[in-house]
């Protein structure tokens, strides 16, 4: 018997991801959408890219490759058990040696609530990627881990005083639009935090951009914060809430809506009226993301990210410190961290030009004077596939 049929036809270890070359690119794709997102439900990543040819028994055989790793998480919500995935040792390993990135091994821990939450966020991510594979929007940059886009404010709150208020969201976005960046902090609420404790950190998310914290701290002034409740009722009540904590007054920079937006499967949802303005009338809604007429043919390209350049690739994390990529500061920036970014080689967002100015919720345009983002974006590597 020939050598070759003694090799497995879903595995092929000669492979730089360990798989056929038929497989290449999806397993590309997978991979790079879970080390983006950290974290998804089964369900969830099966449906993002069942159209790409993604299966059970795919999934089972990269998940005993070591390509991928299961978890287990116990959705509240729910009351249900829920079958997660995320990017396994090899998988990181094999990503990194065909991108000539550095990807980071995942740890090894137990399942406990957060996990359930930690899953809700990746599945949103997935849902905001779908979106842009499909050609719908331009993302310039992503970060699902919360810790790299934590920032506080100090403000008075009536009756209370002085107090300084922590803001970590679950995610950031920023797209870029033909008006210039806009980001998004993601808060994925799940009914466990008492309303009055988010009151005050929508106090705090107000006081923040007030004091010029999109600028200050994301080089973006075109900033929305997006909760994303379980259920209507909730909506209503943490909208009402952040609408007292904003004294009654209207704002674009609070929007809110439910988790059956979220929808992997139909992504293109997030483009019709699904978020509700802080203040508008109570049936009130917007888009959460206008669609980008400028996107090309999303068959051009098969990046997580999709639009245009026709490839895009998993970029290096700028730490703190490293040497800058450019010689002029971009115009959307991580706290302290870069983001995940995609770029094609010689484009004006690997270059780091960031010429466009940013547009605010309410209208106003351009950067504040004085906003110097903090951190150069990565420029990403020649893609292969």
């Known amino acids: 018997m020939p050598i070759s049929q003694h090799v497995p036809t879903l595995l092929a270890a000669a492979r730089p991801l360990a798989v056929p070359a038929e497989h290449e690119c999806l397993a590309r794709e997978v991979l790079t959408s879970l080390a983006i997102v950290r974290l998804a439900t089964a369900d969830s990543l099966l449906s993002a890219f069942a159209s790409s040819g993604l299966t059970e028994e795919l999934l089972d055989t990269w998940c005993d490759a070591g390509l991928l790793m299961k978890r287990r998480a116990f959705d509240d919500l729910a009351a249900q058990e829920l079958a997660c ?72 709150i009536p009756g209370v005083g002085p107090k300084r208020i922590a803001l970590q969201a679950d995610a950031y976005v ?34 923040w951009k007030d004091q010029g914290g999109p600028i200050r701290d ?70 959460l993301f206008d669609k980008d007429a400028g996107c090309r043919d999303p068959q051009a390209s098969r990046s997580p990210l999709g639009g245009n350049p026709p490839e895009r690739e998993l970029a290096t994390r700028s730490m703190p410190g490293a040497p800058a990529i450019s010689r002029r500061p971009p115009a959307v920036t991580a706290r302290t961290q870069a983001l995940t970014l995609w770029s094609a080689p010689g484009s004006s967002l690997a270059r780091g030009t960031g010429d466009a100015a940013p547009v605010a919720p309410d209208g106003d345009h351009g950067l504040r004077e004085g906003g110097t983002p903090r951190q150069k974006l990565a420029m990403a590597s020649e893609p292969t596939c």
Do not use: C
């Open 85 to 156: 995935i995320s990017l396994g040792r090899a998988g990181a390993r094999s990503l990194a040696m065909a991108t000539g990135q550095s990807i980071p091994a995942p740890k090894r821990v137990p399942s406990t609530r957060r996990t359930a939450h930690d899953a809700e966020v990746g599945d949103t991510g997935l849902a905001i990627l779908a979106l842009a594979r499909a050609g719908h929007i331009r993302l310039r940059g992503v970060e699902f881990d919360d810790k790299r886009i934590g920032t506080s404010v100090a403000t008075t």
């Open 174 to 207: 920023v797209r870029d639009t033909s008006e210039g960046p806009v980001g998004h902090l993601i808060e994925i609420d799940r009914g466990t935090t008492s309303v009055k404790r988010l009151a005050e950190k929508y106090a705090g998310y107000l006081a």
């Open 218 to 287: 994301f080089g973006v002034k075109a900033m929305r914060v997006v909760t994303i409740a379980p259920q209507d009722r909730r909506s209503r009540a943490l909208h009402d809430a952040a609408l007292a904590a904003n004294y009654g007054k209207r704002s674009g920079f609070l929007l809110f809506l439910e988790r059956e937006a979220i929808d992997v499967r139909e992504p293109s949802k997030l483009l019709l009226p699904v978020a509700r303005p802080l203040g508008n009338a109570p049936d009130a809604r917007v888009p």
